[in-house]
C-alpha cells in the first residue's frame, strides 16, 4: 500500500519541479526525497519524473498521479476530521501568500485568535507584492489584488477595495491642488509598476465605466507598494491607492485626498486556490476565517448588492 508521506513528497516535487527545493520545503534531506520517489516508482511500477540535470518534468503516469494523489490526500483529511472529538482540531501546516499591506494591517493582529482556536496548524507565510504561482510554489491559497490570469485555479471573490488619489500637503504646498484632469500637465504621479523597466501608463481613472490614462511625468517608479505609499507620503508626486491603505494618513492629515470624481475602479480582491474537488478542511476553514476578518474591510464585490 502507498504510504501517504511518498504521495505528499510526490507532490511537492511535481509542484516546485526541483528535487532540491522539495526538499527544503519539507525540511528532509534531498536523498530523503529521491529515495521516497524510486520507492513510490517501485510500489508503482511506472516512472513518475522525467530526470536531467537542469530540470524535473512528470511524465505521463505522474501527470495522472498528481491529479489523483491531491484528491486522495484531501478525501482523507476529510475522512478524519469527521471522527476527530472536536471539529476544531485541525491539523497540519498551512502555506499561504498574502499582500504585504494587507497581511500586515489587517490579518496579522487577528491571526492569533484563529491559532488559537485551532492549535494544531502550523502556518507558512509568504508576503508580497510579486504574483506567485500557486501550483508550482505549493501554496494552499493565495489572495490576489486586480484583475486574475490565473486559469489552472479557482477564484473566491472576496469583495472590492476602494481607490483614493492622494498627495501630501508638502507636494501641494509646492505644486498647487490639481481640480480637473487637466491640471495634472504640471504635476508629478508616483508611478507603479509590477517589474521595474516597464513602463506605467500614467494616471488612472475611470469615465462611463471606461479605463481612460492621463500620461503624466514623475521621476519616482517603484514596484513595491510600501515604497511607493512612502513617496507620496515624502511629497515625491500623487499615488493612487486603495482607501484601506492610506485611510490613516488621510485620517491624520499626512496625505490630502484629490480629484474624487476621477479616481480608478475599484480593485477585486480574491482567494486563489487549487481546484480539487475535496478541498483540505484547514484549507477550506482558514479561507472562510479569511473571508469573515475582511468582510467589514471591503465592498462587496461586483455584481452583488
Request: aromatic share 6%; charged share 20%; net charge neutral.
Amino acid at each position: 500500500m502507498l504510504k501517504p508521506e511518498l504521495l505528499r513528497t510526490f507532490i511537492r516535487v511535481n509542484e516546485l519541479a526541483s528535487f532540491t527545493q522539495a526538499a527544503e520545503q519539507l525540511g528532509l534531506p534531498r536523498s530523503t526525497v529521491s529515495e521516497q520517489i524510486r520507492t513510490l516508482e517501485s510500489q508503482l511500477g511506472a516512472r513518475v519524473f522525467n530526470r536531467s540535470t537542469r530540470r524535473v518534468q512528470p511524465t505521463q503516469d505522474g501527470l495522472l498521479l498528481y491529479e489523483r494523489s491531491k484528491e486522495l490526500l484531501s478525501r482523507m483529511e476529510e475522512i478524519e476530521g469527521l471522527f476527530r472529538a472536536d471539529p476544531a482540531e485541525l491539523s497540519g501546516c498551512l502555506r499561504v501568500d498574502l499582500p504585504t499591506r494587507m497581511a500586515r494591517r489587517i490579518i496579522l493582529p487577528q491571526l492569533p485568535q484563529f491559532m488559537a482556536a485551532h492549535p494544531g496548524l502550523s502556518v507558512e507565510l509568504s508576503c508580497t507584492d510579486r504574483q506567485v504561482d500557486l501550483l508550482r510554489e505549493g501554496f494552499d491559497c493565495v489572495m490576489r489584488i486586480g484583475a486574475l490570469s490565473d486559469l489552472a485555479v479557482v477564484a473566491r471573490p472576496l469583495g472590492q477595495l476602494a481607490m483614493v488619489n492622494c498627495a501630501s500637503p508638502a507636494y501641494l504646498a509646492r505644486f498647487g491642488t490639481p481640480t480637473s484632469l487637466a491640471d495634472l500637465a504640471s504635476h508629478h504621479l508616483v508611478h507603479y509598476v509590477q517589474a521595474l523597466g516597464s513602463r506605467s501608463p500614467g494616471f488612472e481613472y475611470q469615465e462611463q465605466g471606461v479605463t481612460r490614462f492621463v500620461s503624466m511625468g514623475g521621476a519616482i517608479t517603484a514596484n513595491n507598494t510600501d515604497a511607493y505609499e512612502s513617496a507620496g507620503l515624502a511629497g515625491l508626486g500623487i499615488i493612487q491607492s486603495p482607501w484601506i491603505g492610506v485611510r490613516d494618513y488621510l485620517t491624520r492629515g499626512q496625505l490630502v485626498a484629490l480629484l474624487p470624481d476621477h479616481v480608478p475602479a475599484a480593485m477585486p480582491v480574491s482567494l486563489l486556490y487549487a481546484g480539487q474537488r475535496y478541498l483540505p478542511p484547514r484549507v477550506r476553514v482558514f479561507m472562510d476565517w479569511l473571508a469573515g476578518v475582511l468582510a467589514t474591510q471591503l465592498d462587496p464585490p461586483a455584481g452583488t448588492s
